[in-house]
């Protein structure tokens, strides 16, 4: 689509005028105009917060190159359990309880 230069918006501006009339179009103007205030308003908007969210993104980076790495502290080997044999033969060994209840004097 080429430009448009002023004879095609002589054109249009009288095939407005025509399809509308003269008590229409300056109301359709004025939406049109609102509308693309708003278009720009929201369009800045959004340009703003994520420049916003650029700005906080590089700054969290900058803060996290300029801290040196810190060692991550080593986890401990986990306790090593007894094999099954090994406690079969600890509860084997332990002497059995007394079916007597104690009573504590």
Request: glycine share 8%; hydrophobic share 35%; charged share 25%.
């Amino acid at each position: 689509m080429g430009n448009l230069g002023m004879p095609e918006l002589m054109m249009i501006m009288l095939l407005a005028l025509l399809l509308f009339g003269p008590k229409k179009l300056p109301e359709i103007g004025k939406q049109v105009g609102k509308a693309l205030g708003e278009f720009k308003r929201a369009s800045n908007d959004l340009k703003r917060s994520i420049e916003d969210e650029m700005s906080k993104a590089q700054s969290g980076l900058d803060s996290m190159t300029s801290d040196p790495p810190k060692p991550e502290p080593k986890p401990e080997p986990p306790a090593l359990a007894p094999a099954a044999g090994a406690v079969a033969q600890q509860k084997a060994a332990e002497p059995a309880p007394s079916s007597t209840p104690t009573t504590p004097s």
